[in-house]
């Protein structure tokens, strides 16, 4: 999609959470604005409140950085009065938004995108729209050799720079403790898993028992219940610069960042499955760098030797 399609094709607004980080806002914005339609786009920023004096002096900075944008983009900027917290305040703004959209494209302040990232997610929120085993679009890709030569769909949801439209949205469930409880009913705990790849249904426990408070475990889980599927670019279109340890959740880590797409993502209709590929280098991926074991029982062992034996002989 180009600047002349965005006049026929729909624009979704663009929700940015930040909090205390104007150097990293900036950067966000400013990558944003090299998006063509970006300038025809409509900004939604929610900025979380203070916690403390030193927060409220870097307040102070993004309300004077905002004014200066406001001079190149179309933005609406709700300051929160008190600190609500990245989950709550992702959760409350989406919700404030969907009341007027039906759809968003959503990014946090340490997200640095791509100039075609916009494009990716309207062209995707156009193209699925009416496909309900659609959950959403995504910006980041990881760094696998050989992933895929077109966009790729992943069962579930994911939270670096992604799009959604709002009666998926609806369909977040809040509650850890319902998602856990029906996770394990169907006894999908190890598929959540990616098969040991990475613990998720964890996440979801400390979330339930009050240690960790993430909006993006809970989105997964959902989409993944509901058997719904996320379009990835095969090429990242947006990268983390929050792993830099200046996060309030986010510490320092391994950088997974790729070179930025530098063309155009096109997407065009494609059959609406998850694809084998990728989801076996995901797990691959994770596996290597997070991977979990499963204590298996004596009766679990015995059948996957029954199955190495079927398959020799």
């Given at each position: ?301 015995i059948i996957g030797i029954k199955r190495k034996l079927q398959q020799k002989s």
């Amino acid at each position: 999609m180009n600047l002349a399609l965005s006049k026929t094709i729909k624009l979704a607004p663009v929700v940015i959470f930040a909090f205390n980080r104007p150097d990293h806002l900036r950067k966000c914005l400013d990558s944003l604005r090299k998006n063509k339609v970006a300038i025809n786009t409509e900004f939604r920023i929610f900025v979380d409140g203070p916690r403390n004096e030193g927060d409220l002096l870097k307040r102070n900075l993004i309300e004077k950085l905002l004014e200066e944008y406001k001079q190149h983009l179309r933005i609406k900027v709700s300051f929160a009065e008190e600190n609500l917290g990245l989950a709550k305040s992702i959760i409350a703004g989406l919700n404030e938004v969907f009341s007027n959209s039906d759809r968003a494209i959503i990014v946090e302040d340490d997200l640095i995108s791509s100039p075609f990232f916009l494009d990716f997610c309207n062209s995707g929120l156009n193209l699925f729209e009416a496909n309900q085993s659609v959950a959403s679009i995504h910006g980041f890709s990881y760094k696998f050799n050989n992933l895929e030569t077109t966009p790729y769909f992943i069962k579930g949801a994911d939270c670096w720079g992604w799009a959604t439209w709002k009666n998926r949205w609806e369909l977040f469930e809040e509650n850890a403790d319902i998602l856990i409880r029906e996770l394990e009913r169907r006894h999908l705990k190890r598929k959540f898993d990616l098969d040991g790849a990475y613990p998720y249904f964890n996440m979801l426990l400390r979330q339930s028992r009050g240690e960790v408070d993430s909006w993006a475990i809970r989105w997964h889980a959902s989409m993944f219940l509901a058997n719904k599927l996320t379009l990835y670019p095969n090429q990242t279109l947006i990268n983390n610069i929050g792993i830099d340890g200046s996060g309030t959740h986010a510490g320092q880590g391994k950088n997974i960042n790729s070179i930025l797409s530098s063309t155009p993502i096109n997407i065009t209709k494609m059959e609406v499955v998850e694809s084998v590929k990728a989801r076996r280098k995901l797990k691959h991926f994770l596996r290597k760098h997070y991977g979990i074991r499963y204590k298996l029982s004596p009766f679990r062992i015995i059948i996957g030797i029954k199955r190495k034996l079927q398959q020799k002989s």
